[in-house]
């Protein structure tokens, strides 16, 4: 078991910057690979970016690549999301999530545990 619980998430203009955390506890969590999704209202679950249980490689989704920068700490037990160069279209809650199946994992369903979320808005 692991749970996981994110911060860092609230109000930015257009071209601002944020850095989303998510703490894990329980089991270590360099036992899983970790990834960012996020939920805009009305839409799916999506997929934005993964890491591997040594945080060597990674994975950003198009539509992220190039601003969001996914990272861990695995002797703090921590992932990170930095976002920058936000826009509106990021607007959404956003979820870190851990997984014992893969390495850099993208399916929603092959995640085991995820946290309760953090809002991020975009004003335009």
């Known amino acids: 078991q692991v749970q996981l619980v994110e911060s860092g998430g609230g109000l930015v203009q257009t071209g601002g910057s944020l850095r989303l955390s998510c703490a894990a506890s329980?089991?270590?969590?360099?036992?899983?690979?970790m990834g960012w999704f996020r939920q805009a209202p009305g839409k799916e679950r999506e997929f934005v970016a993964a890491i591997t249980r040594s945080g060597a490689s990674t994975y950003h989704a198009d539509y992220v690549k190039g601003r969001f920068t996914i990272s861990r700490d695995n002797a703090q037990n921590t992932l990170y999301l930095q976002m920058n160069s936000l826009k509106p279209e990021d607007t959404a809650v956003y979820y870190c999530?851990?997984?014992?199946?893969?390495?850099?994992?993208?399916?929603?369903?092959?995640?085991?545990?995820w946290g309760q979320g953090t809002h991020v808005t975009v004003s335009s």
């Open positions: 329980g089991r270590t969590s360099s036992s899983f690979a």
């Open positions: 999530a851990a997984s014992s199946w893969g390495a850099l994992v993208k399916n929603v369903y092959e995640y085991d545990y």
